[in-house]
């Protein structure tokens, strides 16, 4: 898939963003206000950024790039571990 340079930059954010959702997570004492915060502008940010950038430019019978979806998904278990530990991680 090539991604204009504007996109690209978009899930570079998209994944440093991520990345940081997944050190908050990772904390030895969770501070869930911090986790909140982290989550929030996650969720914002893929809606503002990358839900509402023009899709022509991507092909649909490929997928994005798999970093993307391993950050989410570390991120989205992270979470769910926290969760359900009662932040104890």
């Known amino acids: ?8 930059h978009c899930y570079e954010e998209l994944q440093q963003a991520l990345e940081q959702l997944q050190r908050t997570v ?3 004492n969770l501070d869930r206000a911090a986790l909140a915060i982290e989550y929030k502008k996650v969720q914002q ?3 503002n ?3 509402r950038s023009p899709s022509a430019e991507l092909d649909a019978s490929e997928p994005p790039p798999c970093h993307v979806f391993a950050s989410s998904e570390a991120a989205s278990n992270s979470i769910r571990k926290a969760n359900c530990d009662g932040g104890a991680t």
Not at 1 to 8: A, G, Y
Request: hydrophobic fraction near 45%.
């Open 1 to 8: 898939m090539i991604l204009s340079e504007d996109r690209r």
């Open 26 to 28: 990772a904390q030895d």
């Open 45 to 47: 940010f893929f809606g």
């Open 49 to 51: 950024q990358i839900m």
